[in-house]
């Protein structure tokens, strides 16, 4: 089994990965992470097996291997590097998930487990993901709202308990996770939980890969005026041949959500039928993966003023992003300058580093 600066070195002879020295610089430490997995012992005893019941209070099982936080700028390579990890683990019980899927799955399970009322609903929906799981690589950890807050905490430590392994990446370094956010001092305990249990790595890379690749056609239009829209019904009769579009009726826990038009897996929304609703990640994960192409118009401004509006956004790129969806969009500025400035534009600093890598000429579900 090749290690993971094997797999890294041999991409780059292979000229699919530029070397960047940063990234080399964190290699050992995601060597560290899959050589303790491969020399642990494969599986924890159950605590409540008879033995233990026979000997009373049995000793813990060996802690997991310490995981890993991956911290640094957008577009630097963390996502790609935890693949690496993914793909250098030799284990077959590991998993790499995104953050609102993983939170989605959660929310389902803790839903179902309060309906048969347990006491600790957590407890038995981490053991779930515990029983299956030995590395869990959990790509971009962002907590924005109370609720994660308070769940991702009490998740981690009984994953941890069970012996798992979890490698994360995020934009943050752990004591910025949840900045600012309301009762923050219920949260510290996880950051400190996060220091005790994982080995936390600064990509600092001074390149954003994103950046320097070959772009597509014109895919985002700006300013979003009459001009910008005939461009985009253009483009819309090329990619739907003028078939006559229907409303996209998408059912979601119960909920219905309607995109405007939609011919094949083709779609079209305005800004506000998408991110003026109060919608959530478990919708746009619908959407993204109803689709193959979506057209937004009239992405406007996004500051403080419409934070709730703009989150959303956020969320719906990423779910887009994550499913390879591509993109046709006309905008009041380029993504850029979207944001310029305020709370939440640091969290749109990813959006629009993906939404630059979403012109790529070969971007899309192939
Ligand atoms: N060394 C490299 N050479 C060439 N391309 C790279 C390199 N590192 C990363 N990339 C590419 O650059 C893009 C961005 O990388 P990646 O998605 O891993 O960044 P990230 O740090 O996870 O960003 P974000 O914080 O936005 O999630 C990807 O398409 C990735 O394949
Ligand atoms: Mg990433």
């Known amino acids: 089994m090749a290690t993971v600066s094997e797999l890294y070195e041999s ?3 292979a000229g699919q990965l530029e070397p960047d020295p940063a990234q080399r610089g964190v290699l050992p430490a995601m060597d560290r992470v899959v050589r303790d997995l491969s020399s ?137 996770l949840y900045k600012n956010g309301l009762n923050r001092q219920l949260f510290l305990p996880f950051i400190a939980l996060i220091r005790e249990r994982m080995e936390v790595v600064e990509l600092a890379s001074a390149t954003d890969h994103r950046q320097d690749r070959a772009e597509g056609g014109q895919v985002w239009f700006a300013p979003a005026d009459a001009m910008a829209t005939a461009q985009m019904n253009k483009l819309w009769r090329e990619e739907t041949g003028g078939v006559p579009p229907t409303p996209l009726v998408l059912e979601i826990k119960g909920r219905k959500v309607e995109i405007p ?17 109060p919608l959530g990640p478990a919708d746009y994960l619908a959407v993204a993966e109803a689709v193959d192409l979506l057209f937004i118009d009239g992405v406007p401004r996004l500051s403080q003023s419409n934070y709730n509006e703009a989150k959303r956004f956020v969320t719906l790129i990423d779910a887009l992003y994550e499913a390879k969806v591509r993109l046709i969009a006309s905008g009041a500025d380029d993504p850029e300058r979207l944001y310029a400035e305020g709370e939440g534009a640091f969290e749109f600093e990813r959006t629009a580093s993906r939404l630059r890598e979403m012109r790529d000429a070969d971007w899309g579900k192939s």
């Not at 099982?61 to 995981?67: E, I, L, Q, T, V």
């Not at 038009?261 to 609703?277: E, H, M, N, P, T």
């Open 11 to 13: 991409r780059v002879r």
């Open 261 to 277: 038009q939609r011919v094949g897996r083709i779609a079209r929304a305005s800004f506000w039928d998408l991110c003026g609703k």
């Open 40 to 176: 642990a012992p494969a599986a924890a005893p159950a605590k409540s097996g008879w033995l233990s019941r026979l000997i009373g209070s049995a000793p813990s099982a060996a802690p997991a291997p310490k995981g890993l936080y991956l911290w640094g700028g957008v577009g630097r390579g963390k996502s790609m590097l935890m693949d690496l990890i993914m793909d250098a683990a030799p284990m077959p019980q590991k998993r790499r998930v995104h953050f609102h899927e993983f939170m989605q799955e959660i929310q389902a399970g803790l839903n179902a487990a309060r309906q048969r009322g347990e006491q600790d609903a957590v407890r038995p929906v981490a053991k779930k993901v515990a029983a299956e799981t030995r590395l869990l690589c959990f790509d971009e950890m962002q907590i924005t709202d109370i609720a994660d807050a308070m769940i991702v905490g009490r998740l981690f430590q009984i994953l941890l308990e069970e012996g798992v392994t979890i490698v994360t990446t995020s934009n943050r370094v752990p004591e910025d």
